[in-house]
């Protein structure tokens, strides 16, 4: 993948939404949205969701992967959600919408939202989501009573910086969106189709590292929904 600068990002996070939503829709949970699975034909689109690899579907009946027992190694690094983190098997598309905001956050930023740390080990990441949403308790964060690893840890209290400090670059619209994508209540967070329609403008120069060589069509496993155009 090639960095660079986009306007056309409004655009290609829509249609990234739109594709969302019909796999949520179809009782899909694609489980590893990051950079590397959003595929450009150009620089300005269209967009393809790709690698479903990890994917869970509510049709497909693993007996070995119930919907209230989803395995928690899903995800790749900074982009995994803290429900995961903390041994939560009954998650559900919220998972999507946390990495999804991450993706948008990292194009303002310039780098991932937050820090992975080593492979193989989540302690650094938790540090890291915390030092930037606050440290949460089960007042700010109720559904955390029904992770089984949450209660086993006694974490450091560091108060939530204001996203205007995490992003300073971006704008208020894009901050809106964001902030509503990665929180830590996954009943709070915006649906795609949410997403889809909300009214942000997410190109203002900012950095994307989304713009992937086209050869990766080819190779790559590809949902391409009749939107996507």
């Known amino acids: 993948m090639v960095k660079g600068r986009s306007s056309h990002?409004?655009?290609?996070?829509?249609?990234?939404a739109k594709a969302l939503s019909f796999v949520?829709?179809?009782?899909?949970?694609?489980?590893?949205?990051?950079?590397?699975n959003i595929l450009?034909?150009?620089?300005?689109?269209?967009?393809?969701?790709?690698?479903?690899?990890?994917?869970?579907?509510?049709?497909?009946?693993?007996?070995?992967?119930?919907?209230d027992n989803k395995v928690i190694e899903i995800g790749t690094t900074c982009y995994r959600p803290p429900e995961t983190l903390f041994g939560y098997r009954e998650?559900?598309?919220?998972?999507?919408?946390?990495?999804?905001?991450?993706?948008?956050?990292?194009?303002?930023?310039?780098?991932?939202?937050f820090e992975p740390g080593e492979i193989g080990t989540d302690l650094r990441l938790i540090l890291s989501i915390f030092e930037s949403l606050g440290t949460p308790d089960l007042k700010t964060w109720p559904e955390a009573n029904n992770f089984p690893d949450f209660s086993k840890m006694i974490f450091n209290e560091f108060p939530p910086q204001s996203w205007e400090t995490l992003l300073p670059n971006a704008g208020p619209e894009v901050l809106d969106l964001i902030k509503n994508m990665v929180t830590y209540s996954q009943g709070k967070r915006l649906s795609a189709d949410e997403v889809f329609h909300a009214n942000a403008h997410l190109a203002s120069g900012v950095h994307t590292y989304l713009y992937g060589s086209t050869a990766d069509l080819g190779t790559q496993q590809i949902l391409k929904h009749p939107y996507l155009k």
């Not at 489980?31 to 590397?36: A, H, L, Q, S, T």
């Not at 009946?61 to 119930?66: F, N, R, V």
């Not at 998650?91 to 939202?113: K, Q, R």
């Open 40 to 67: 450009l034909k150009s620089e300005e689109g269209p967009a393809y969701l790709c690698d479903f690899g990890t994917a869970w579907a509510l049709n497909d009946h693993h007996p070995d992967e119930t919907a």
């Open 9 to 16: 990002l409004p655009r290609i996070f829509k249609q990234v």
């Open 24 to 36: 949520h829709a179809n009782g899909v949970i694609h489980r590893d949205i990051k950079p590397g």
């Open 91 to 113: 998650y559900g598309t919220e998972v999507d919408i946390w990495a999804f905001g991450c993706v948008i956050a990292e194009t303002e930023n310039g780098a991932p939202l």
